[in-house]
């Protein structure tokens, strides 16, 4: 088959890539067609799985809005379309990329793949605009790879009920690829504790960066996490800072100046990988994450009110607690002074996956197809 994967983003580059290579491995014709939605962040993770760029859309200009995104990529990805005419278009995921290039697909006639369908938190505004993107998505695709049960029964819910396989989460084969690599490298493993701080306690990761966190959300986590700073002298946060502006700022407002709050550059997929390997307990909005860390067990502490992951939640391995100051610090502080409790969370087998997702996608493809 001729395969052609869109994507524009960091995690649908990590979670394209392990279907990428099965399918090259498997004999399929792929292009990878990258939007430029977030270049600069992507570059490295097509480094890291050698994957090939085929095409370049480079839809991004500074002040940009969704719907100058929309616009532009749906033009470049239309006309790559009836360029190169693949069998099926490959889309990751809720992106803007992701969407556009399904209905790109749909107007040339083309079948249109969805991996990681079916996730939904049932509130249009939460994430915004993510959770309209994929259920855009899922009305146009053709073939649904949910991650799991829950994802499926949404399709379902939805009258989608044909072509549907449920194969795991990607992100756990990056997950696994990626940790045997590191592992095989001292070298490379020297060159990441490089890039991370030197801490003496039990290191907190935190990472917050969806948009209906910012502003009071973001002083709230902050608040919550000088709290747990007086109330255990032997932790330590790591904070890779994101690139968003507004972001910085908060954070420089409200925690430059504490010692044990470590503020970073944003990590390369594989410093993270190795941050959250070495963290006692995560903090996070991210999505990726909350597959990604049951797989290393460590206990995750979802800064949302809604998630499209409620497998983690309802196996104990993730506490949603939003930005509710109280409620970040009574589970932080659960897992911090209760080691039976943290032991029992972290032994939670991953609701995710087991590394083989990409694999159950291209041999689906290849009988539905």
Request: aromatic letters at 6%.
């Amino acid at each position: 088959m001729k395969l052609l994967f869109a994507f524009g983003t960091r995690p649908e580059t990590i979670k394209m890539a392990p279907v990428i290579k099965m399918a090259q491995s498997r004999g399929h014709q792929v292009f990878v067609a990258l939007s430029g939605q977030h270049k600069e962040m992507v570059l490295p993770f097509i480094e890291w799985f050698d994957l090939k760029i085929d095409h370049d859309l480079e839809i991004m200009q500074p002040n940009q809005t969704l719907t100058d995104i929309t616009v532009s990529a749906l033009k470049g990805y239309s006309d790559l379309i009836l360029k190169e005419k693949p069998d099926v278009v490959l889309v990751q995921g809720d992106t803007t990329t992701g969407f556009v290039a399904s209905l790109a697909a749909f107007y040339q006639g083309v079948k249109v793949a969805h991996i990681e369908a079916g996730l939904r938190t049932h509130n249009k505004s939460s994430p915004f605009p993510e959770e309209i993107n994929r259920s855009l998505i899922g009305r146009i695709a053709d073939f649904h790879f949910p991650p799991t049960q829950t994802s499926a029964e949404n399709l379902k819910l939805e009258a989608i009920n044909k072509n549907v396989v449920i194969t795991g989460n990607t992100s756990i084969d990056a997950l696994k690829f990626t940790l045997e690599k590191i592992s095989n490298d001292k070298e490379m493993i020297l060159n990441i504790e490089k890039k991370l701080p030197q801490t003496s306690g039990r290191m907190i990761l935190v990472t917050t960066h969806r948009r209906e966190n910012l502003g009071d959300g973001h002083r709230s986590i902050f608040l919550a996490m000088k709290q747990l700073l007086e109330q255990h002298q032997d932790i330590e946060f790591v904070f890779p800072v994101h690139l968003n502006p507004k972001v910085r700022k908060i954070v420089d407002e409200e925690l430059s100046d504490n010692s044990r709050v470590h503020l970073i550059e944003p990590l390369d997929y594989t410093s993270f990988v190795w941050a959250m390997k070495k963290s006692f307990l995560i903090l996070t909005d991210s999505g990726g994450v909350q597959e990604e860390a049951p797989h290393l067990g460590r206990p995750v502490v979802v800064l949302r009110d809604t998630t499209e992951r409620p497998e983690a939640i309802s196996a104990g391995c993730s506490f949603m607690v939003g930005t509710n100051q109280e409620k970040i610090v009574e589970i932080s502080n659960r897992l911090l002074n209760d080691s039976k409790y943290y032991d029992s969370v972290s032994k939670i087998n991953n609701p995710y996956g087991d590394g083989n997702s990409s694999i159950k996608i291209l041999e689906s493809l290849e009988s539905l197809n």
